[in-house]
Each structure stands twice: as C-alpha cells, then as structure tokens.
C-alpha cells in the first residue's frame, strides 16, 4: 500500500461494578454527541505529517535564587482584562468558531489560569517559534488533539502566518503548515486510539482495537519529528472489541456480541503503554539511521466534558463563568482517565531516563479543563442557532472548546515545558 506522505517534495531544510455502570450511564451523551459530530470512519490508505507538545512543572526562580517546582496542574481562573491573543482565525473548525457563530456571552474570554505556586506567563508566540527553529512538530489524537493544534496555530499566526502545505483526509484529518520565518512545521495526525485501529461504521457500530500493534499512520513518521503531542480519551469511551495480539481480551459496551465487559480504563492505558513503548525503541537507539536525534513527547491528559441534561436540548452547557475549585472536584471517570495516562507516562519516563534522546511529560490539564463549563460551543456549534427562535431540539457541543478559549491555555503550558527542556 502506498504511503501517501506530506513530506514528498518538501524542502529538506527544513470499584467495582457499580461505579463503572454508573460511568457509563453517565457517558451516553458524550456517545452521542459524538456519533452526531465525531468525525467520519478514517480512509484505508496510510498517511504521513508532523506534530509536538508538552507538560510538566517546569522551573521558576525566586528572589532566593532557589529553584522551585511550579505544578501547572493546580490552580484556579482568575478575571483577565487583557483577553485572548487573538480574535479571529483562519485555521478554524467550524464547529468551534463560536464568536462569528453569534455567541452573544464574551465573558468567557476574560479568564486566565493562575497556579498556586508560581506564575504562567502569557503565551509569546515568537518565543515558541524561536524555540522550535527547523523542527518538526506533530499532534497526534483525537478532535481534541486537532482542536489544541489549531489553538497553537492562531496563536502562532499572531506572530508568522503559516502556509497550508499538505491536506488529505475526510474532514481535514491529516495536514501540514509550515512556518517559513522560521521553517518549523506544524502537523496533525488523526489517530484517536494511538493504536490501530478500525472505526465504527454504518455496518458495523463498534469500534476494533489491537492493543499490541501501534496505528503506522503516524508511527511511521516518528524518524522524521523532534516534538510530538498525543492527545486521546473520548473515544475509549465508545463501543468497542479489544485484541491483543491473536487474542480477544474483551469488549465495552458491547450488547449482543458475544464477548466479556471489561471496561476502558486499562485497555486505555494499554494504548498508552504500547504507544511509550514504540516511540521508546524507535526512537531509544541511537543507531537508528535516519532519526532527527531528540524527540520530546508529550501527553497530553483527558479533557472532561460538562454536559448538563440531554445533549440535544436547550441548555446542555449552560455555564458562563468557571468553577471555584472548591466548588468542582475531579472524580469518576476524569479522576480515572487523568490518573491512568499519568502512571504510563511515569512508567515511559522511567524506561526512557537513561536515554539521551527521548524526553516524556505529561501536560496535565485535566482538573483546569474540569473548572472550565463556560467554554464549550454548546449550542453555537452551528452558526446562529437560535436566528428563527428556539426550537424544540437543538445540538450541543460541551466537548471541544470555542476558539479562542480555554485550551489556548494547554499550549502556554506547553510552551513553559519546552522552555525548561531547553534550558
């Protein structure tokens, strides 16, 4: 099969039951949401791009001159009068285009993140770009990982505008840009298991995961990137039927097939696992030809949603200012998800130490995420939804976040990683 790759005439220089039943009853908006907007089964034909992002505390150095660690993950939102960085965007989903969709509220704007410990600088887009000078970055994932990418490359756009330089896929699920003030390319792979995969269909309404095999569509490119961001959750909470290897270890949510229920969570952190572990032999030897030398990982974890009631109805999400932290506490699922991409993350990183050319972190965004139900699309998803009055039923997403938004802060955070890899 051919590869059909975005580098090709490129320039080179460049408990319990109870609780798991309890979780997945609470999933089935998610579920559906996402059989509404989830994208479309992905093409058989393998594909290349670019992509990297990353988290964990980095370093700040007080009046003592001590260095103490800043844990991003812990905090609160503050007011912000200076707003977001930007207003409109070009790179855009459409779905996620909520002030030219006429979302009345800009209240939601006006927020920033603020540890507890330390300071989270606003985001310099021409820092980054410095910073990732002739380097290959990657965001590899679900719709989440695409929606933090196009956050960065608004971001990004404020200082350099990028170039669209590759496109192939049903709904722009494999790109490339390129920056040429300082030939950095930004990619986005569509992988939203990390491992292969084969998606639900029309005649088939579940999910196929071979845990042990990771998805060749990006693992392929992993020689040619220096940074790469994965990103995957919702769609571990789908329908599905697990292998490993020959073998068929289980199934969620799978009536009617006749297979045993063993839940998500460590069939998740087995596609984590498989994922850290690829990337680690691939990338782990020094004497693989071809190899860029350092490769800087990062995982970025789960993303809660925040739906209230049906997902179709008026008032889905209907927040419009964050939570006190006292106010919402992780737990459940995002609690569960959160922790098991962390723990492989430490695994990798331990695994990984004694190598001179794979850096992992984990961009723990999960609890900042948690406090932010203002920020979804809900309703202005569609543009204009309510322009011929309310009607009965009305789609609503409280998954992704409006552009610009709340995620806009998971890349200052990458940022803040890269800067204390770097020195």
Same mark, same amino acid.
């Given at each position: 099969?051919?590869?059909?790759?975005?580098? $090709?005439?490129?320039?080179?220089? =460049?408990?319990?039951?109870? #609780?798991?039943?309890?979780? &997945?009853?609470? +999933? /089935?908006?998610?579920?559906?949401?996402?059989?509404?907007?989830?994208?479309?089964?992905?093409?058989?034909?393998?594909?290349?791009?670019?992509?990297?992002?990353?988290?964990?505390?980095?370093?700040?150095?007080?009046?003592?001159?001590?260095?103490?660690?800043?844990?991003?993950?812990?905090?609160?939102?503050?007011?912000?009068?200076?707003?977001?960085?930007?207003?409109?965007?070009g790179t855009v989903k459409e779905?996620?285009?909520?002030?030219?969709?006429?979302?009345?509220?800009?209240?939601?704007?006006?927020?920033?993140?603020?540890?507890?410990?330390?300071?989270?600088?606003?985001?310099?887009?021409?820092?980054?770009?410095?910073?990732? $000078?002739?380097?290959?970055?990657? =965001?590899?994932?679900?719709? #989440?990982?695409?929606?933090? &990418?196009?956050? +960065? /490359?608004?971001?990004?756009?404020?200082?350099?505008?990028?170039?669209?330089?590759?496109?192939?896929?049903?709904?722009?699920?494999?790109?490339?840009?390129?920056?040429?003030?300082?030939?950095?390319?930004?990619?986005?792979?569509?992988?939203?298991?990390?491992?292969?995969?084969?998606?639900k269909s029309d005649k088939k309404?579940?999910?196929?995961?071979?845990?042990?095999?990771?998805?060749?569509?990006?693992?392929?490119?992993?020689?040619?990137?220096?940074?790469?961001?994965?990103?995957?959750?919702?769609?571990?909470?789908?329908?599905?039927?697990?292998?490993?290897?020959?073998?068929?270890?289980?199934?969620?949510?799978?009536?009617?097939?006749?297979?045993?229920?063993?839940? =998500?969570?460590?069939?998740?952190?087995?596609?984590?696992?498989?994922?850290?572990?690829?990337?680690?032999?691939?990338?782990?030897?020094?004497?693989?030809?071809?190899?860029?030398?350092?490769?800087?990982?990062?995982?970025?974890?789960?993303?809660?949603?925040?739906?209230?009631?049906?997902?179709?109805?008026?008032?889905?999400?209907?927040?419009?200012?964050?939570?006190?932290?006292?106010?919402?506490?992780?737990?459940?699922?995002?609690?569960?998800?959160?922790?098991?991409?962390?723990?492989?993350?430490?695994?990798?990183?331990?695994?990984?130490?004694?190598?001179?050319?794979?850096?992992?972190?984990?961009?723990?965004?999960?609890?900042?995420?948690?406090?932010?139900?203002?920020?979804?699309?809900?309703?202005?998803?569609?543009?204009?939804?309510?322009?011929?009055?309310?009607?009965?039923?009305?789609?609503?997403?409280?998954?992704?976040?409006?552009?610009?938004?709340?995620?806009?802060?998971?890349?200052?955070?990458?940022?803040?990683?890269?800067?204390?890899?770097?020195?």
């Amino acid at each position: 099969m051919d590869t059909i790759s975005p580098f $090709k005439d490129q320039p080179h220089h =460049f408990p319990l039951r109870k #609780l798991l039943l309890l979780a &997945l009853y609470a +999933l /089935l908006p998610i579920i559906l949401l996402f059989h509404l907007i989830g994208p479309l089964s992905l093409s058989q034909t393998k594909h290349s791009l670019i992509i990297t992002t990353s988290s964990t505390p980095s370093k700040e150095v007080g009046n003592d001159n001590v260095e103490n660690s800043c844990d991003y993950s812990d905090g609160k939102w503050v007011h912000d009068k200076l707003g977001p960085l930007y207003t409109k965007c070009g790179t855009v989903k459409e779905g996620q285009n909520c002030i030219p969709h006429g979302r009345p509220d800009k209240g939601y704007l006006y927020w920033k993140w603020k540890p507890k410990n330390c300071q989270l600088p606003r985001f310099d887009p021409k820092l980054f770009l410095q910073i990732l $000078k002739n380097k290959n970055l990657a =965001f590899v994932g679900d719709s #989440l990982a695409r929606n933090q &990418l196009e956050s +960065l /490359l608004c971001m990004l756009a404020t200082a350099s505008p990028p170039t669209l330089v590759f496109s192939h896929g049903e709904d722009n699920k494999f790109r490339k840009w390129h920056f040429p003030s300082h030939n950095v390319n930004v990619s986005i792979y569509w992988s939203p298991f990390l491992v292969k995969g084969i998606e639900k269909s029309d005649k088939k309404n579940y999910n196929t995961l071979f845990l042990d095999s990771v998805d060749e569509k990006w693992a392929s490119d992993l020689g040619q990137l220096d940074m790469i961001v994965l990103s995957v959750g919702h769609w571990f909470l789908h329908s599905a039927v697990y292998y490993y290897g020959d073998s068929v270890l289980g199934c969620h949510y799978c009536s009617g097939q006749n297979y045993t229920e063993i839940g =998500f969570y460590d069939v998740y952190g087995k596609a984590y696992r498989t994922t850290l572990n690829t990337i680690i032999e691939r990338r782990g030897n020094n004497n693989n030809k071809g190899n860029r030398g350092i490769l800087d990982v990062i995982v970025t974890t789960f993303s809660p949603a925040h739906f209230e009631g049906e997902w179709d109805k008026l008032g889905a999400c209907p927040k419009t200012q964050p939570y006190n932290p006292e106010e919402k506490k992780l737990e459940w699922m995002d609690e569960q998800m959160r922790e098991t991409a962390i723990n492989q993350v430490n695994v990798a990183k331990k695994e990984a130490e004694n190598l001179s050319n794979v850096r992992i972190e984990a961009v723990d965004v999960t609890k900042l995420a948690l406090l932010r139900p203002d920020g979804h699309p809900g309703p202005y998803m569609h543009p204009f939804p309510f322009a011929n009055g309310i009607e009965e039923r009305v789609q609503n997403d409280c998954v992704h976040w409006c552009l610009p938004g709340p995620i806009d802060t998971w890349n200052e955070i990458l940022l803040q990683v890269i800067k204390n890899w770097t020195g």
